[in-house]
């Protein structure tokens, strides 16, 4: 190149070549494009698992301190409705996997169609998760001012619980960390739930820009990544799913 | 395509191209709505400067207030906040993003020959988070700041102060996300914007030096931004995963937030360790003596830095095992620091060395970081530490490593490529004033700091018995030095902007991609994508280039 290698001209080199209009234009080709904004999904999907890694340490510390604490206030959660809230979200992951195959082999009304019911499973997910919150609230197992301590101090008057699992009043000083359990609880599922409303919110987004065609006609990274958030909240919620209801229910 | 060969500047025809990224578009819009990566560095550069500026200020307060032995300038409260309010600006809204954001934003694409960084959107995105948790941290010292220290220490800032932990808090948080983007900017570019014959070991070690700090930024920062979450939950609806008496442990909240603190420094130092790579090379005309070395000795900080965060808790109740283990590896971390250190000095032997600004500041950077660098091994020698702890001594070694190390290493990053960012110089004879004043300054101030910790001066304290007064003094003495001696690059660097040389494409004539190109750059930074066919800092290279030219005019002469 000559001394100067700087040409300086404001056409660059997409005037001359045929590119689709989604390729951004300090990208190559389309594969690169693609393939940048998927490792950065990966890479943020990283940073959010140490973010929730945060708390699960603290679960585990815990945990392992307060074991009878944790064992009597996890009692309180109701097996069944995790369980469905898990059948939901699994659901919602296949409906949302539909959608990316949809985008992917440019069927707009099915990727519509998914997209919808995705949102509408994840709705149905809060709504679950709503009627558990006020549960809490009605028992005062809410952490904070108004926490009752009755439930694990004298089991029997929770007759539901202490119906199905004939809990033994805990020690004050040990039943005072079901507090932490809660407070673990609420940080968890509703750091969860926060990240399932953004998820609702991009829904919206997606549904309104897939009626008018954008994601079926080849450029369907936006949905893909969406996906890929999508199911890695739903992982998470397997994991609080297992921690929170299902480990050492019995004692 | 075509290969990019390294030229020497024509002076005979130097002016400002009339097409670069500055001249491209105009209007306030243009530049609050660019995606251009070496627009939002300079937003960067200008936000940046703003929020030193403040935590500067708030510095020589303190030192003001600590020139006599009695709390007489401010009552103790307001001592505490200016000196939380220094370190919550200087760390999370200076230092953090300092190198990375303005010089790595800059640099980073023009390194690797792409024309941005792989996503511009989300680059412009974590400028608008910097900015508003900076708007935020102003609005907390405007309606009357925070006490707690720049750690947040609980249950001090869950239970027991009444001042704004919420908002520095959520401004903390939002910086952070900041960072966390930034890095995940350049971790992805990294790995998928190289030109054709950029090859990982071919990359300029500035690049190195970011992708370690980049995987840092990633990996540690959500880390922080749970244990606020979780400090604001417990503030305001008192859950209680912090607080003794529910059984929380407040040292779980030491262990999250140094999780992310610890690395921290690492992410504000290799940055400006990345900027000495290509000063000390480029101002010895050498290659980087064991580039490799210092390639891996970057990610070698980067993983060891992740497994030293305990030795910030050595008095703080932590078991003595774990001390044990922690020292031993805090002094592991001392291991690769000083390949850098070696390596740089090596590269200096039989360089043909000169002492533009850059290479002032690279020097100062290389004592004092060294110096800094050696009283951490100190720090990490658990006995050493549990008498010097929370003693001055503990500030002495970080402003030797943050402000006599990164602070140095801006300030030769921003010289050395002043040129290419404005196509204009700095005054040379003022600039290198400046930098002998910033060292000068610099030693006045943090030595007898040393000496202080040694004596037994506690940190945080408006107050300290009088015979602490002299070095006290002198301290405060050197601090206006060092004021003097941060203003003077302003004033020039501005002056500049209008007033200075045309600078050409290659001043330097280094080897790096981005001075192969014109200054300041197009907005697509290169016309035709480039091919890298040399290893990075190839001046031997260069050399018969350049004799190679010269010969072949002796030809054309004599025919």
Request: aromatic share 16%.
């Amino acid at each position: 190149m000559p001394d100067s290698p700087v040409i300086v001209h404001g056409a660059s080199e997409a005037d001359h070549h045929e590119h689709p209009a989604y390729l951004r234009h300090h990208f190559e080709s389309v594969e690169q494009q693609a393939d940048a904004a998927g490792f950065a999904m990966w890479l943020f999907l990283v940073t959010e698992v140490m973010f929730f890694g945060g708390m699960f340490t603290a679960y585990l510390i815990y945990r392992n301190w307060y074991y009878p604490a944790f064992v009597a206030a996890s009692h309180q959660l109701d097996v069944r409705w995790g369980t469905l809230n898990t059948l939901v979200l699994i659901i919602s992951s296949f409906t949302m996997a539909m959608g990316v195959w949809c985008a992917e082999t440019r069927r707009k009304k099915g990727l519509v169609l998914c997209l919808m019911l995705t949102m509408i499973l994840g709705l149905g997910f809060l709504g679950i998760k709503s009627i558990e919150y006020s549960e809490k609230i009605e028992k005062h197992h809410v952490p904070g001012f108004h926490y009752s301590l009755q439930s694990f101090t004298d089991p029997q008057s929770d007759s539901a619980v202490y119906a199905e699992y004939h809990d033994k009043p805990l020690p004050l000083d040990m039943a005072r960390h079901t507090e932490i359990y809660f407070s673990l609880y609420f940080a968890l599922t509703g750091m969860h739930a926060l990240h399932m409303i953004i998820g609702i919110a991009i829904l919206g987004f997606m549904i309104f820009r897939a009626q008018a065609g954008a994601y079926t006609s080849g450029h369907v990274t936006f949905v893909e990544n969406f996906g890929l958030y999508w199911h890695f909240v739903d992982v998470i919620w397997i994991y609080l799913f297992a921690l929170l209801y299902l480990i050492s229910r019995h004692q | 395509m075509s290969a990019t060969i390294v030229s020497l500047p024509d002076q005979s025809t130097a002016r400002i191209p009339k097409m670069n990224y500055l001249s491209k578009e105009n209007g306030l819009l243009s530049w609050l709505l660019t995606g251009d990566h070496k627009r939002i560095a300079i937003l960067y550069l200008i936000s940046l400067s703003f929020f030193f500026f403040i935590g500067g200020a708030l510095a020589g307060l303190i030192r003001l207030e600590l020139l006599t032995p009695q709390a007489d300038l401010m009552a103790t409260d307001t001592y505490n906040k200016v000196f939380t309010m220094h370190g919550v600006i200087m760390i999370f809204f200076f230092l953090v993003p300092s190198v990375p954001a303005t010089l790595g934003n800059f640099l980073i694409p023009l390194m690797i020959g792409a024309k941005d960084l792989a996503l511009p959107k989300v680059n412009l995105l974590s400028w608008y988070l910097y900015i508003a948790g900076g708007t935020l941290a102003i609005y907390t010292m405007a309606t009357g700041g925070v006490d707690t220290g720049w750690t947040f220490t609980t249950p001090l800032s869950t239970h027991y102060v009444n001042t704004n932990v919420l908002t520095t808090g959520l401004a903390v948080f939002i910086a952070g996300f900041s960072s966390i983007f930034t890095g995940l900017n350049f971790i992805v570019t990294i790995h998928k914007m190289r030109c054709p014959g950029m090859t990982w070991f071919r990359l300029p070690l500035f690049v190195w030096a970011h992708y370690a700090a980049s995987i840092l930024m990633v990996l540690a920062t959500p880390v922080v931004a749970i244990a606020i979450v979780l400090v604001a939950l417990e503030r305001t609806l008192g859950i209680g995963v912090f607080d003794p008496t529910k059984g929380g442990d407040p040292l779980l909240f030491q262990h999250l937030f140094w999780f992310y603190s610890h690395p921290a420094v690492y992410i504000m130092i290799l940055p400006g360790m990345g900027v000495i790579s290509e000063t000390i090379s480029t101002f010895s005309r050498k290659r980087v003596f064991g580039y490799t070395a210092v390639a891996f000795s970057s990610v070698a900080i980067a993983v060891f830095g992740f497994f030293v965060w305990a030795h910030h808790m050595f008095i703080m109740g932590i078991s003595n095992y774990a001390v044990l283990v922690f020292s031993l590896l805090t002094m592991l971390v001392a291991v690769p620091s000083a390949i850098k250190i070696f390596n740089w000095t090596f590269t200096l032997y039989k360089g043909s060395i000169t002492f533009e600004t850059p290479m002032l500041y690279t020097f100062g950077f290389m004592g004092l970081f060294t110096i800094g660098g050696l009283t951490g091994v100190f720090l990490g020698t658990s006995g050493t530490d549990i008498h010097l702890t929370e003693t001055y001594f503990i500030v002495a070694h970080f402003h030797f490593v943050m402000v006599g190390g990164m602070l140095m290493a801006f300030l030769a990053g921003i010289h050395f490529w002043w040129p290419k960012m404005t196509g204009r110089m700095y005054p040379e004879k003022i600039s290198q004033l400046a930098a002998v004043i910033t060292f000068i300054g610099f030693n006045f101030t943090f030595f007898p700091q040393f000496i202080l910790g040694t004596l037994g001066m506690p940190r945080r304290y408006a107050s300290y018995p009088p015979e602490f007064q002299v070095l006290n003094v002198f301290s405060t003495a050197g601090a206006t030095i060092l004021g003097v001696g941060y203003l003077l690059p302003v004033l020039y660097l501005t002056w500049s902007l209008k007033y200075g040389a045309i600078a050409g494409n290659n001043p330097w004539q280094a080897t790096g991609l981005e001075w192969q190109i014109q200054s300041p750059p197009l907005t697509e930074n290169f016309t035709v994508t480039p091919i890298m066919d040399h290893e990075a800092y190839d001046y031997e290279w260069l050399e018969n280039q350049n004799l190679a030219k010269e010969k072949s005019k002796e030809v054309t002469h004599a025919g």
